[in-house]
């Protein structure tokens, strides 16, 4: 069974909705919880990051954790065609690597 | 501005030739990271360092090869390519922070 099981897609939605991305996870040692964005043909970059459980939010996008429930999920308000990427989740315990998970291919259409 | 640059951004390369995919990040950061990642496809960790002269096998073997000679370049070889090997092969580097590491372009491999 894999540490971090992150919710298959691809998904696709129409420009204005809300998009829901989630993440499950089985090591409950994990302490920092982290969003990608990978743009076609681009390496991934750090999008949002959030330590505690309870919601963080950065103008459209909310991380989500649920520490009891060993559960992340990202929110998108709003949804843009340019938010159409790969989404990764990650996860890491001080002093090891960063765990990700498969990604969730998201198109927002015009 | 990127910190981290990988070069080539686009390889295509025929079968049996040597190649080194250069990777080179200017953060001053002690851990670098190499990824393979196929199209529409999960990350998988292939090689890591810790440090100068420190390299280590990730989580899904790999026949390429790594050196970390200085802190900021960390290479990747392929002595003998295959069509197997057709990719594309992600860099990266991480600080102190434990937020997450930061990720170079990317080099898209084709090996014909």
């Known amino acids: 069974q894999k540490e971090v099981e992150q919710d298959p897609g691809p998904l696709s939605v129409p420009e204005g909705a809300i998009v829901s991305l989630n993440c499950t996870y089985s090591?409950?040692?994990?302490?920092?919880f982290m969003w990608y964005r990978q743009y076609s043909r681009k390496g991934p970059e750090l999008l949002m990051y959030t330590y505690s459980s309870g919601n963080k939010e950065d103008g459209r996008f909310t991380a989500q954790v649920d520490k009891s429930s060993k559960y992340i999920s990202l929110f998108i308000r709003d949804s843009q065609p340019s938010d159409s990427a790969t989404y990764l989740c990650a996860m890491i315990t001080s002093g090891s690597r960063l765990t990700f998970g498969e990604g969730t291919q998201l198109t927002v259409n015009p | 501005e990127a910190d981290i640059y990988q070069t080539p951004r686009y390889l295509v390369i025929g079968t049996g030739k040597k190649i080194t995919l250069e990777c080179s990040q200017t953060?001053?950061?002690?851990?670098m990271y190499w990824y393979q990642q196929d199209p529409g496809m999960e990350l998988h960790l292939i090689h890591y360092?810790?440090?100068?002269?420190?390299?280590e096998k990730g989580d899904l073997s790999s026949e390429s090869t790594v050196s970390r000679i200085r802190t900021e370049h960390f290479p990747l070889t392929l002595e003998s390519a295959r069509p197997s090997h057709t990719s594309q092969y992600l860099c990266a580097s991480s600080g102190d922070s434990l937020y997450g590491y930061t990720f170079g372009s990317g080099t898209r491999l084709t090996v014909v």
């Open positions: 953060m001053g950061h002690d851990k």
């Open positions: 360092s810790y440090g100068v002269n420190s390299t």
């Open positions: 090591n409950s040692a994990f302490q920092y």
